[in-house]
């Protein structure tokens, strides 16, 4: 995350954000998923699967964020 490279924030920190940056995308790629046309009962399931667990991820990342923040 090069615009950080401009501030004093940690490697852990900067590493925390570009992971969940990557959730986030992550995330967005799985609710376009859903919105396909003709998806197979098997592929929403491995959908809403994936999204589960990437939702888990992002409210992980965001509360070991938040303590960080708020320090």
Not at 52 to 63: D, M
Request: charged share 30%.
């Amino acid at each position: 995350m090069e615009i950080l490279d401009n501030y004093n924030i940690d490697d852990a920190t900067k590493v925390m954000l570009s992971e969940l940056k990557d959730e986030c995308f992550r995330y967005i790629k799985l609710t376009d998923q859903i919105e396909l046309d003709e998806l197979t009962e098997n592929q929403l399931s491995n959908i809403l699967g994936e999204l589960t667990a990437s939702v888990t991820h992002l409210n992980i990342h965001s509360e070991s964020l938040k303590v960080i923040i708020e320090v």
